[in-house]
């Protein structure tokens, strides 16, 4: 039965991402479009070149990364190694082989979840689930975090099915190696090792509790080189000093409050108009158009501009890198302060419009296109990713009423991981996709539930 299907989905799955390869590289090297690609490319080359973990190769003095943590650099590093320094086509083409493994990684999961049939479905709905390949033919962590998380959550999967310690070991590393690429995910097995063994009774059993807690200590284990390195070098035990939480609540505070293409028109004016009077007049004439309140506009646009000047002022790269994080301790500040005037306000914002976001607002088209879709065409990507959720439900809760309760928590956990970290900050449907190959194999679980219950 899997003979011809396997290939067949990888063969999709690759030309899949072929075509968004072809669509998307012109924005590889834009200066307007997913600027986060120019930090990896830049510490992708400092690897390749130097071995050292840094923006700034060609500084006489080491200055050390501290936005990003070294997971997705060094696969970027890598394959500049190997195919030259800058060549973002050779980063894609890899990401597209990555992208079939986690069809394969997918049809492993639902397998050992619900069968070979939804193991085959999950794999197809991955192949053609168009936001992977999009965020795989850019040079950005997306793909190649999913990929990893869905290896740890296979290698989690398989190691409360089979109860080996070994594998409970080999799931912390593969969290931790998760972490290394995303920050975001740093307490996701100790979310596992606490909340499984709560929500299973079977996982309370003293095997049980004692695979968990290698699981846990692998996890730990596996950080101690990198808090050990920002020690050494920033005198702090962190993940990564500026990338903290400061920047996500500050733009958190913000979001809901005016659509999502007026926010992005505040920006670029912030961003591009360099005359502060100017920059003023110009919000309030946008506020004018849109019949909208002037105050809190003026307010996001120079909260933004002020807080971007802690760390575009300094010229030295230590003195810039130290600035950045004084940067995120100031957005923090700011987002407390916003939250405590409309506390209730920002509650129903994160709970309607972030939620929403997070979990079913990706538009896989060029970013410099999107504003021109019709509306009715956003809302059709929006649908379909809002029906691939509420089929991840349902097969969770078929799983659990057929007796596989634990398979259903260990699928469901890492759902409502994503969504307790993100919720509070700012919402990008982007941030949940490391965990919709999950979502995907659940949604699979729905559709072919009966024929594997009586297979």
């Avoid at 943590?69 to 030259?84: A, D, E, K």
């Avoid at 986690?102 to 479905?121: E, H, M, N, Q, S």
């Avoid at 909340?195 to 290698?214: D, E, S």
């Avoid at 940067?327 to 709970?351: I, W």
Wanted: include cysteine; charged fraction near 15%; proline fraction near 5%.
């Amino acid at each position: 039965m899997l003979r011809r299907p396997l290939p067949l989905i990888a063969l999709v799955a690759l030309a899949h991402a072929a075509l968004y390869i072809v669509y998307q590289q012109g924005e590889w090297q834009s200066t307007t479009a997913w600027t986060d690609q120019r930090g990896y490319q830049r510490l992708g080359a400092s690897l390749a070149t130097t071995g050292e973990f840094t923006r700034y190769a060609d500084s006489a003095v080491f200055v050390p990364e501290v936005i990003r943590t070294p997971g997705y650099p060094m696969f970027v590093g890598l394959i500049y190694r190997l195919f030259g320094v800058g060549n973002d086509l050779a980063v894609t083409v890899a990401q597209a082989f990555v992208f079939a493994a986690i069809c394969w990684l997918v049809f492993c999961v639902a397998r050992r979840a619900a069968g070979d049939r939804a193991g085959v479905v999950a794999a197809a709905m991955t192949a053609l689930y168009s936001p992977l390949p999009y965020f795989g033919s850019l040079i950005l962590t997306e793909l190649w975090t999913a990929f990893v998380a869905t290896a740890a959550i296979l290698m989690c999967l398989r190691a409360v099915q089979g109860g080996r310690l070994r594998d409970y070991a080999l799931a912390g590393v593969l969290f931790t190696a998760t972490t290394m690429v995303r920050p975001a995910f740093v307490l996701m097995p100790f979310f596992f090792a606490v909340g499984t063994p709560i929500l299973v009774r079977r996982q309370r059993t003293a095997a049980a509790l004692k695979g968990w807690g290698a699981l846990a200590a692998t996890a730990a284990i596996a950080l101690l080189p990198w808090f050990a390195y920002n020690y050494v070098n920033l005198g702090q035990l962190t993940l990564s000093p500026a990338g903290g939480i400061g920047r996500g609540l500050w733009e958190g505070s913000w979001q809901g409050r005016w659509s999502g293409r007026l926010q992005a028109e505040l920006i670029y004016f912030a961003d591009s108009i360099q005359d502060r009077d100017a920059l003023n007049r110009r919000v309030t004439e946008k506020a004018a158009e849109t019949n909208l309140p002037a105050a809190p506009m003026l307010q996001y646009v120079n909260e933004w501009r002020d807080i971007r000047d802690i760390w575009n002022t300094p010229t030295d790269p230590m003195e810039r890198a130290r600035a950045r994080v004084d940067a995120d301790r100031a957005y923090a500040s700011h987002a407390v302060a916003n939250m405590r005037r409309d506390p209730l306000g920002h509650v129903r914002r994160r709970l309607t419009t972030g939620l929403f976001v997070l979990w079913a607002a990706d538009v896989p088209v060029r970013y410099g296109d999107i504003n021109a879709l019709p509306t009715i065409a956003v809302r059709l990507m929006w649908l379909a990713q809002a029906v691939v959720l509420v089929l991840a439900v349902i097969g969770a809760v078929r799983l659990a009423r057929n007796g596989r309760w634990l398979e259903a928590v260990v699928l469901t956990l890492p759902i409502l991981y994503v969504t307790a970290v993100h919720l509070p900050l700012l919402c990008e449907a982007r941030q949940s996709l490391p965990i919709k190959p999950t979502v995907l194999a659940l949604a699979a679980i729905a559709v072919t539930f009966r024929q594997t219950a009586a297979s």
